[in-house]
C-alpha cells in the first residue's frame, strides 16, 4: 500500500491540469485528485481561447451581410444583439465545463471544488480544511491579467470581465499592443463598439515579424479601430458631466449619462488623459497590458519551490521544480503561454513521471494564431530573428485576396517565407489573412518536418485559393 493518498495531486483545472490527470489516472493507472477553486476548464475555455473565439465568430457577420450584397444577396442588417449572444455564449461555456467534469470522472480523478497550497513537499492543504499527501505534486494553475499601476486603475475592466459585460459599451480604449488588445480591438469594432486603441510601442505585435505586424495595424485601422502608437494613459477617473468637461478634445453627450458618485467604480463614462495631452471619454477602458502566474499564497516558496520574474514558477526541461516532488506546467511557469503547449507539457510529464520513459518538453517551431482582422499566423523565425543568425532569403508576396476584391473592399493579405541561404530549410512562415490560423497549422507541419524551400517549390498548388502563394513564390523578394 502507498505511503501518500494519492500518487498524484493537481492543482488547477485547467487544460494542462485536467490533460495530466486524465491521462495519469485514466492511461498510467495513477490515484489522482485535482482541486480547482474556480471553473473547469481554465482561462481557455472559460475567460480566453473559446468565448474569445466566438466572439471572433460573432464580430465577423455584420462584414458579410454587407459583402454579401456584391454578390448578389439582398440581405438585411439590424444591428448585434449582445444579449442574445451572451446568453448563448454562456451556455456554451457551460455545457464545456461540464464536459471537463465528466472527462475527469470517467477517468476515476477525485475533484474537489476548493483552492489548494503546499503544506510540505508532499502535503497540499485545501481551503475547505482537508488535507492530503501525495507522491507528485502537479501546480497548473495559470495566469490571470494584470492592471498598471496607475490610480484608479480599477475603474477599467481586464479581458477576464470582457465576457461579463451586461450591455456593450457604445465606445472602449483598450490599453496595450499586444494579441489580446489587438484581437478585442478587432472584436469590440466589428460588433460595433467605437475603439481606441493606445501602446507605448512604436508598433503593435512586439516579438511578431516585422512586416505582418505592419499589415495588421494598417488593417485594423482600416476597419475603424482608432489605433495611437507611442501613446499611453497618464490619468483616468470617473466623467462627472459637464462641470468636468475641462482639456476635453471633443465633443461629449454627458446628459445621457447619470452622474456617479465619487467612490462609484465603473458607474458611469471615464474621462482618461494620454502622454499626447489630450483628455477624452470614454464609456469603458479594457487594459490589456500583461498577465501574470497565479503562483501567489500557494506555499510554494515555503516548500522550496523557487518563484522567477513575476511570480513564475521555475522548472526544468522536464517541468520539474528544484523540489523533487513538485512539478509545474502551463502558464505558470510563464514559458510559452498558450494552451497546447501546456497540453503537451502535461503529456510529457506523465510519460516522464509515470510512464518511465524522460521526455523533455519540446517548445521548438510552435505554431500560433493571432485572431485580429484578418488573422495572423506564424511559425519559426521572423525576419529579423533569422537574418540576426545566418544568411536568409525572404520570398513574400502580398495582394487583395478574390473573395474581398470582388466586393471591391480594401485589405490584403500576406504569404511569408524565411529560408536559409544555407541548408535551403524554412526557417519560419507567416500569413495575414483571412484563416490563416488554420493556414499556419498545415504549414506548421512542413517546417517541423524540416521542409526546404524546394520541398515547397514540388508542391503542387490548390488553386484558386490564397494559399497558394506558399508553394508559387520562385524568386526571393531579398536576402539578408
Known sequence: MSAFDYDLFVIGGGSGGVRAARVAAGEAGAKVALAEEDRYGGTCVIRGC???????????????????????WDMKNNGFDWNTFSGHLNNELDRLE???????????????????????????????????????ILVAT?????????????????????????????????????????????????????????????????????????????????IGVDLHTGTNIVEMDCYRGEQDDDGLNAPVEATQYAMPA?????????KVKSTNGHVKVFDQVLFA????????????????????????VEVDEYSQTKVPSVYAIGDVTDRVNLTPVAIREGMAFVETVFNG??????????????????????????EEQARDQEPIEVYCASFRPMQSAFADK?????????????????????????????MIQLAGIAIKMGATKEDFDRTVAVHPTMSEEIVTMRKPMRTA
Do not use: W
Open 410 to 438: 480594401p485589405g490584403c493579405v500576406l504569404m511569408k517565407l524565411i529560408v536559409s541561404q544555407e541548408s535551403r530549410k524554412v526557417l519560419g512562415c507567416h500569413i495575414v489573412a483571412p484563416g490563416a490560423g488554420e
Open 289 to 312: 497590458t500583461g498577465r501574470r502566474p497565479n503562483s501567489d499564497d500557494m506555499g510554494l516558496e515555503d516548500a522550496g519551490v523557487t518563484l522567477g520574474r513575476s511570480g513564475a
Open 98 to 136: 461540464g464536459v471537463y467534469r465528466k472527462l475527469l470522472a470517467g477517468s476515476g480523478v477525485t475533484t474537489f471544488d476548493a483552492r489548494a497550497r503546499l503544506k510540505d513537499p508532499h502535503t497540499v492543504e485545501l481551503s475547505t480544511g482537508e488535507t492530503f499527501t501525495a507522491k507528485h
Open 142 to 222: 495559470g495566469g490571470r491579467p494584470v492592471r498598471p499601476d496607475l490610480p484608479n486603475a480599477h475603474l477599467g475592466i481586464v479581458s477576464d470581465d470582457i465576457f461579463h459585460l451586461e450591455t456593450l459599451p457604445k465606445s472602449i480604449l483598450i490599453i496595450g499592443g499586444g494579441y489580446i488588445a489587438c484581437e478585442f480591438a478587432c472584436i469590440l469594432a466589428g460588433l460595433g463598439v467605437e475603439v481606441t486603441q493606445y501602446y507605448r510601442g512604436a508598433q503593435i505585435l512586439r516579438g511578431f515579424d516585422e512586416e505582418a505586424r505592419g499589415l495588421i495595424a494598417e488593417s485594423m485601422r482600416e
Open 357 to 382: 520513459n524522460p521526455t523533455p518538453v519540446d517548445h521548438d517551431l510552435i505554431p500560433s494564431a493571432v485572431f485580429t482582422q484578418p488573422e495572423l499566423g506564424t511559425v519559426g523565425l521572423t
Open 262 to 270: 465619487k467612490d462609484a467604480p465603473q458607474e458611469g463614462p471615464l
Open 50 to 72: 473559446v468565448p474569445k473565439k466566438l466572439m471572433v465568430f460573432a464580430s465577423g457577420y455584420g462584414g458579410m451581410v454587407e459583402e454579401a450584397t456584391h454578390y448578389g
